[in-house]
């Protein structure tokens, strides 16, 4: 197989981050069942224990306001610190942050709380290329409201969704656009800012962004993207079952129609004051301070992937996401060489003749040229996620075989995937899909494609 070059990231000391990495499964399956860092189980643990207890007098910012203290639990300071960690993620403010139990229960929420928008002569574009997450909620609101649902459609040979065709889709009567920064199964990346651009120039709607593929693995920038609404899953980054939505400004916050406790008959709450309710009613049941409490503590270890990162935390995820995404772009160009050698191995969204199909993160994709390396340029951007089929074998046996071997990877079907029902993999049997993590080596990659090898 070629060789793959890793920069500088330290791929041996990150293994050794993850303490399930010595109980001899080979786990490529990050983007259902991320493997936690010792680092965050611990702040789980230690969270759990102490989120009941008495803060010291004088310690807790209630509801994240300055200047604000009170008699409260260390738990209310777990779900402060982890509306901090998850702004610093995303590049937003703390004030904006909602957290729940999954990104999905909260679009639901989110889409059932803009009648105005979603009401009839409104429209809603949805994309092809997203997690029924992203879809699901804005086609049931949009049925009760009344809005008319429009497609972007990806184009079918690489996975990509065309920018273009959003000048076509969005009009002055569009409310709101839904789309994924990145595919989940395949990694392709959509050019969220220009969709934004598209957006704004013509409508007052909100672009709501699924960022829970992108966000394990770049730095995501909530104003260079032009997003409204940033949603996104802790969980895929080594983080506990916690969800996110960051809005762009408090303004959107009070726009929401949300059931919320009633302050008094004659009552007229400020713009911070009412977007604070907002937060409240969208983060329905209440928050488990001891999930909440290991938020931090998962930004802080993506922040941490590079020793030499320099700065507060913003600073140094910019410094270890590119460089952890290089190196992992490496073992998805690496496993896409491997299966390709196979013949008959079919990698989805990879062409067979185009050996630059695979451009991860804009870095290229590095193989052996004449005992040399070149540096490989391709359109299609991508984040390390990759999905193959073996022709004649339905996708759960080959993960069943891979599982016989000691490798866990995941199994997209029909209901998983818009994408693949439109380029008939699911008619196929479905994809195994690889999500690549830090952690992961070449020799996971090899395993994976000697046991593939025995099947073709």
Request: with cysteine; net charge negative.
């Amino acid at each position: 197989m070629n060789e793959v070059r890793s920069g500088v990231f330290d791929s041996a000391r990150a293994r050794g981050l993850y303490v399930s990495q010595s109980d001899g499964w080979t786990y490529l399956n990050a983007g259902t069942r991320a493997q936690v860092p010792e680092k965050v189980s611990s702040a789980v643990t230690r969270a759990f224990r102490t989120a009941p207890l008495q803060a010291d007098p004088g310690t807790v910012q209630v509801g994240g306001e300055a200047g604000t203290t009170g008699t409260g639990t260390r738990g209310d300071i777990y779900v402060d610190e982890a509306r901090a960690a998850v702004a610093d993620l995303v590049g937003g403010v703390a004030e904006c942050v909602v957290l729940g139990p999954s990104r999905a229960a909260l679009l639901n929420t989110l889409a059932s709380s803009l009648p105005a928008k979603l009401r009839i002569g409104r429209e809603v574009v949805l994309s092809r290329i997203d997690d029924p997450v992203n879809i699901a909620p804005w086609e049931l609101a949009s049925d009760l409201y009344g809005a008319k649902v429009r497609w972007a459609e990806a184009e079918l040979t690489t996975g990509s969704l065309p920018t273009w065709q959003f000048s076509e889709l969005i009009g002055p009567y569009t409310s709101v656009v839904a789309v994924a920064a990145a595919n989940a199964h395949i990694g392709t990346v959509t050019d969220v800012r220009a969709v934004a651009d598209l957006l704004h120039a013509k409508s007052n709607g909100w672009l709501v962004v699924d960022a829970a593929a992108y966000a394990p693995y770049r730095r995501i920038d909530i104003d260079e993207w032009g997003a409204d609404v940033v949603a996104l899953d802790l969980a895929p980054l080594g983080g506990p079952e916690v969800g996110a939505l960051v809005f762009r400004d408090q303004t959107m916050l009070a726009q929401l129609k949300l059931a919320e406790v009633r302050t008094g008959r004659h009552s007229t709450p400020d713009l911070h004051s009412l977007a604070k309710r907002r937060v409240a009613a969208l983060e329905r049941g209440g928050l488990a301070p001891g999930l909440l409490g290991a938020v931090p503590a998962t930004v802080d270890f993506l922040a941490g992937l590079d020793e030499d990162a320099t700065g507060d935390r913003r600073s140094k995820l910019a410094t270890s996401l590119p460089a952890a995404e290089e190196y992992m772009n490496g073992l998805a160009r690496h496993l896409i060489d491997g299966l390709r050698d196979f013949g008959v191995v079919h990698v989805v969204g990879v062409t067979g003749d185009d050996h630059g199909a695979y451009n991860g993160g804009g870095h290229g994709s590095w193989t052996v040229d004449d005992g040399g390396y070149t540096d490989l340029w391709s359109p299609t951007d991508r984040v390390p996620r990759v999905s193959f089929l073996v022709p004649g074998l339905p996708a759960a046996t080959v993960a069943e075989r891979l599982l016989d071997n000691g490798v866990v990877a995941e199994v997209v079907g029909l209901e998983d995937s818009a994408l693949f029902d439109q380029m008939g993999v699911a008619e196929m049997g479905g994809a195994v899909c690889v999500a690549f993590a830090p952690h992961n080596t070449r020799y996971d990659v090899d395993q994976l494609v000697r046991v593939v090898g025995g099947m073709v």
